[in-house]
């Protein structure tokens, strides 16, 4: 809570606030000087007259981004460099000595003020200083420099660089139909041709449906050859026998020598016949005609044998060449098929480009005049009027507009404010020390058994302090009469947590609720006077070193404190002989009902780790405001690892927000019920005296 870090560093942000307001004070008595104005009106005319086509007006649609574009060119940086360039030897009144041209004209860009009158046509161009002189001269320069900008660059139209724009892209076009032509007239050189149109045919179609039926023509030839040369070939089989001997009958018949031989052999055979005849079979002349009869027919046989083997092998060999000649044609028919298919692709490839580029030249030609017809609309429409004129001129300053120091102080004392509340803030939220239960809760798995609140003498917190102590003592003393713990060890994360203060009053609570109880101080670390009433009772260390009787050393009860035994002279900062002091805490238990040990820090000590393992209950006090999350973290591990039979973590030192929290609430009810009882008791005397 912020209230809550201003008290806690009140000093901090009382000195935040006065180093601010004295460096504040000081910077707005030099800086803050007077401020003089000089004022400049624009005119922007939402539409204006179209010379071009129809005489009526042409508006703007978004006339509000439009008046807004205009209050953002006249801050530019040329113009403002070029404004400054005008005024000549006043330009120093705003550009100062050895201070360069850009240098100027950026602080200008920066200290100048356009924007837009809200429900209006208008522009203000202002510009504030703290030299009245030639500064409506400044003002004006610059107003008269946007405006010839204007006119020059047309910033509706943006005729200069529109145009350059168009003649760029048309060059771009025109470049791409010139180099479209010529890639056109290469292939009509290429492929012979004048024009190019889709309704001409390719030479190459016809040729290649001429091809395909020659070349299947040929295969069907010399399938044919193939199957009669096979036919002759297969000897083996009848069929094919008779089909060689068929073709090579008709061939011999019509040999001339064969015929010749035929005719006179059958001619010498009629003579022997004729001889023959009327002869007796036995007869001599019978026998020998018979026998040249005999070799003639075998010589016309072997002649007609010996020819048809000719025949037939000369078929063969015909059918062979045939089937050769057949195959030669078809490759030969196969190649030019697939030349023509070659010189067909390349062709329609280049003609279809060639198309392609009729179509492309065409489109860029329609753009060229488009493009054109812009450049000269462009032209004619960008000399109309102007949209910005100026409505009033600057005039020369006579009274500075605003005094600076008063106001700039008045930031100072804010400023100093804010500082003052943000820095103790800011450094209680950058300390991260425990402050609340909630945290404690959060580190360690469960709530604390108890807390207590720093009620710095305040009687309801007081009230409520009693209240936690007492529900403290009897969780102690229920441990007692249900487990028989009754040797309880007190300690802390850190010191200054109120180990000692929490000891005697929780001893006094228990002998409240019927417990003897004595305290043990056993924190040789920081020794408490509260344990030295009597020097000439012997202390803890005195037992330990072996001499004195344990209960005589105890301190009675006196002066609102409670049975203790001190520590004594210790000879260093740790205790010594744990089996005695083990020894003597027995004892103790023998003479008391419960037993309270005063320990040192459980961070800075190590005879806190042996005093836990003694001890039946454990309490680890924690300091809010004190301990860092690393700390309880580091102290609930070492408790851990001991793991001692009970265990409690109690909340000291808690702080309680005025005006608002769950303990001043509570500090709260426990107020009004303290009044409520005060008054019933009132009435009930009343009552009883009457």
Known sequence: MPLVSLRRHRRIAL???????????????????????????????????????????????????????????????DILLESL????????????????????????????????????????VTLESTTPDHLDELVNTIVDTYLEKTRESDSFFARNVRLA??????????????????????????????????????PYDRLLVESQNALAMAQRTRVASEAALALFEDRTSKQGQDAIAA??????????????????????????????????????????????????????????????????KSLIDQRRSDVKRDRQIEQELNQQLESFRNKASWFAALYNEALSLNHEIERSRKQLD????????????????????????????????????????????????ILGVATPVGLDMLDQRIRTTGQVAKI????PVAWFVDHAGDPGLKRMTADQRRRLAIAVNRERESHGNRLALLTSVKSEAGVTGLALDLARELAVLGVSTVVVEANPLRPD???????????????????????????????????RLGLGVAPGPQLFAYPVLRRRLDELKAAYDMVLIDAPPLLLSA???????????????????????????????????????????????????????????????????KVSRENGHEHTSRRLEG
């Open 444 to 447: 360690i798995g469960h709530r």
């Open 165 to 202: 724009s168009l003649q760029e892209r048309r060059g771009q076009i025109q470049d791409e139909i010139d180099a479209k032509l010529a890639r056109r007239t290469e292939i009509a050189q290429e492929l012979s041709v004048t024009t190019f149109s889709e309704q001409i045919a390719s």
């Open 85 to 124: 360039a005008k005024l000549g030897d006043k330009r120093y009144v705003w550009q100062r000595k050895n201070e360069s041209d850009r240098r100027a004209a950026e602080r200008l860009q920066a200290a100048l003020e356009v924007k837009p009158v809200k429900d209006s046509y208008l522009i203000t």
């Open 15 to 77: 000195i935040v606030m006065a180093v601010v307001v004295v460096l504040g004070a000081g910077f707005a008595w030099v800086k803050g000087k007077a401020v003089y104005s000089a004022t400049a009106v624009l005119y922007v005319a939402p539409h204006f007259v179209n010379i071009l086509k129809e005489s009526k007006e042409l508006d703007i649609l978004a006339y509000d981004q439009f008046v807004e574009h205009q209050a953002l060119t006249v801050p530019r940086y």
């Open 370 to 417: 488009v493009i054109d017809g812009r450049i000269e609309f462009f032209e004619l429409e960008s000399r109309a009027p102007g949209f910005v004129r100026v409505e009033t001129y600057a005039r020369p300053p006579e009274l500075p507009v605003k005094g600076g120091r008063k106001k700039l102080f008045a930031v100072v004392m804010v400023l100093a404010m």
């Open 247 to 312: 073709a090579a009958f008709d061939t011999i018949q019509k040999d001339p020598g064969l015929i010749s031989l035929k005719a006179s052999l059958y001619k010498r055979r009629s003579d022997l016949l004729q001889q023959a005849s009327g002869l007796d079979p036995r007869h001599p002349l019978k026998i020998q005609i018979d026998r040249e009869l005999k070799e003639i027919d075998e010589e016309l046989n072997r002649t007609v044998d010996k020819l048809t083997e000719q025949v037939a």
């Open 607 to 673: 005879d806190t780790e042996y005093l836990i393992e003694v001890a039946d209950v454990t309490l680890l006090l924690v300091g809010a405001g004190q301990v860092k999350p690393g700390e309880l973290r580091r102290a609930a591990g070492i408790v851990q690892k001991i793991d001692p039979p009970a265990v409690g973590f109690v909340m000291t030192r808690l702080e309680v927000y005025q005006g608002g929290g769950y303990y001043a609430k509570l500090a709260e009810e426990l107020a009004g019920a």
């Open 529 to 563: 006077d509260r344990y030295r009433a009597d020097p000439a009772k012997p202390g803890l260390a005195n037992l330990l070193a072996g001499s004195g009787d344990t209960v005589a050393a105890v301190l009675p009860a006196s002066d609102g404190l409670p049975d």
